[in-house]
Nanobody
Framework: QVQLVESGGGLVQAGGSLRLSCAASGRTFSQYVMGWFRQAPGKEREFVAAVSWASGNKYYADSVKGRFTISRDNAKNTVHLQMNSLKPEDTAVYYC?????????????????WGQGTQVTVSS
């Protein structure tokens, strides 16, 4: 049984930073892709970033490029999302998810397992 547990959300002022973590358990993830998505009230879930556990390749949505950094800690089966220069429009519930192939990273339907989400609120 795969489990993904997010942590690190909270309330921060615009321009501030937060670091989200996603701890994965239940199988060997060395060949998988970990993604971060977010969903704001009344909006669809949107892709934020992804990292290949094996190669370390990373990919970002244009809206967060240059501000967010995704990284992985293979030894701890944990993926982090460092979020800097936060804006009020970054406010959302952030989810981590796992998929098996490095393709169609934007498509949430291709992710097999999801965490429960962590709330990020950025005040203006």
């Amino acid at each position: 049984q795969v489990q993904l547990v997010e942590s690190g959300g909270g309330l921060v002022q615009a321009g501030g930073s937060l670091r989200l973590s996603c701890a994965a358990s239940g199988r060997t993830f060395s060949q998988y892709v970990m993604g971060w998505f977010r969903q704001a009230p009344g909006k669809e879930r949107e892709f934020v970033a992804a990292v290949s556990w094996a190669s370390g390749n990373k990919y970002y949505a244009d809206s967060v490029k240059g501000r967010f950094t995704i990284s992985r800690d293979n030894a701890k089966n944990t993926v982090h999302l460092q979020m800097n220069s936060l804006k009020p429009e970054d406010t959302a519930v952030y989810y981590c998810a796992v998929k098996s192939r490095w393709r169609n990273l934007y498509d949430s339907r291709e992710y097999d397992y999801w965490g429960q989400g962590t709330q990020v609120t950025v005040s203006s």
